[in-house]
């Protein structure tokens, strides 16, 4: 399963405010936190993200090209 990109963006902004932890630490904290209310398909796929001709939403992740939603491949 690819990283979420939105998790991977917040990870950063709180790495440029807490240094004392790396942008990893921070996206393990970030993905734990929000582990009861995860982030949607489109979320995880980011802004560059595509539309799955599949389910019709916009999630398919733009490095893996497999939509976040229904697992169709690109």
Known sequence: M???EKCWGDAY???RCD???S?????RDLLN??????CTPEEQAGLDAKK?????RMAI???IKE?????YKD
């Open 2 to 4: 690819p990283g979420c």
């Open 13 to 15: 902004m709180r790495m």
């Open 19 to 21: 240094s004392s932890k």
């Open 23 to 27: 942008q990893a630490e921070h996206y």
């Open 33 to 38: 936190e929000r582990k009861d209310n995860p």
């Open 52 to 56: 799955c001709p599949n389910c019709g």
């Open 61 to 63: 992740h733009p490095i």
């Open 67 to 71: 939509c976040m939603n229904c697992g």
